[in-house]
């Protein structure tokens, strides 16, 4: 399936407002990942690597905000077939998307996607691999706790939680230059200034991240045991936690 450019932001926006993954968002998205988020496919890569290591036959492989199902697609070579992936996002339009490209691909094994906000109530169960891929930043702070106690719960014994995340410096002194460097990485990508500002703007209420250690330390709280730091780029990070 060929990628649409993303344009979201290149014409001026007169009202701004929140970013939402509507059908205009789902239609750029997988363009607008790789320019956006430094090493991507790397993080992919390692996400799967780490996935398929943990991947128990018989249980289900969780992608909370699975987006456009990329995870998905590339994880499937590398898992039995008796492992069970579910995907669940807040966006229909995604999920449509999603729904295409892995019909596209003919997609053989058993999946599930759902339209769930993560925020709401809903079930992991059997769980010997969860993925949150650039997602928890856009759950609400109050509802974070919650949500790691749930994915612990859902995880069976030995199970990994797998997390890439936009964060914030450990000292507030290097956050500057971080978003300095990270702009510079979007303008190397083609992104126009008015992109980066506007699309700055819709995110400012919606993306909020914390430190790499308190992400951490809330994982600790959840009941994890074991973590690790798998992945570091100035303001993104990737963390592991096992069960």
Sequence with gaps: MSKNKDNVFSEVIKKPSDFKFGAT???????????SVP???????????????????????????????????????????????????????????????????KLSRKYELKN???????????ASVVILCLTMQFVRPIYREKLLKKIYDGL??????????????????????????YYDYKRRNHYSELEISQKREALENVLIPYKLSENLKLLMEAG?????????WYNFSGFTAIK
């Design 224 to 232: 994890f045991s074991h973590t690790e730091v798998f992945f570091k």
């Design 25 to 35: 968002v789902a239609s750029a998205f997988d363009d607008m990942v790789e320019r």
């Design 39 to 105: 090493f991507y496919n790397e993080i992919q890569r390692m996400i799967i690597e780490q996935a398929a290591e943990f991947a128990v036959p018989g249980t289900n492989v969780y992608d909370l905000g699975c987006s456009t199902g990329t995870t998905f697609l590339n994880l499937d070579p590398y898992v039995d077939k008796d492992v069970h992936f579910v995907g669940i996002d807040d966006s229909k339009d995604m999920l449509e998307k999603c729904a295409a490209k892995l019909q596209e691909a």
């Design 116 to 126: 769930v906000d993560l925020h709401d109530h809903f079930e992991i169960e059997n």
């Design 156 to 181: 069976v014994p030995g199970g990994v939680l797998i997390i890439s995340e936009k964060i914030l410096a450990e000292d507030s002194l290097f956050n500057r230059n971080f978003i300095k460097y």
